[in-house]
């Protein structure tokens, strides 16, 4: 009933950019938190950049001044902007929408995982 849709992910080379995208849609209410988070293999899912409704942003350290979070409320639409990539980046990037749902006339607050896209910094 809720799903998230990644898009843009891909090889990038060091220094270079891309723009990762993720579509919220199906029975939302309000969505409050969107992020992104990314596993590399062998390592735990880890945060990368969180926003709030009102535009608040965090970010882990080991990105700051490179990416830049984003979302477009209108659309349930979240976007990681991501400037100047290292190796170190290279990881399955996952979205996740923290928010109420509802059906049938009920209302449940959760969140919801898209199913992930990988991007590949390498030259």
């Known amino acids: 009933q809720v799903q998230l849709v990644e898009s843009g992910g891909g090889l990038v080379q060091p220094g270079g950019s891309l723009r990762l995208s993720c579509a919220a849609s199906g029975s939302i209410f309000r969505i409050n938190a969107m992020g992104w988070y990314r596993q590399a293999p062998g390592k735990q899912r880890e945060l990368v950049a969180t926003?709030?409704?009102?535009?608040?942003?965090n970010y882990t350290d080991s990105v700051k001044g490179r990416f830049t979070i984003s979302r477009d409320n209108a659309k349930n639409t979240v976007y990681l902007q991501m400037n100047s990539p290292k190796p170190e980046d290279t990881a399955v990037y996952y979205c996740?929408?923290?928010?109420?749902?509802?059906?049938?006339?009920?209302?449940?607050?959760?969140?919801?995982w898209g199913q992930g896209t990988q991007v590949t910094v390498s030259s």
């Open positions: 926003i709030t409704a009102v535009g608040t942003t």
């Open positions: 996740n929408a923290v928010g109420t749902y509802y059906s049938g006339g009920y209302y449940w607050s959760s969140d919801y």
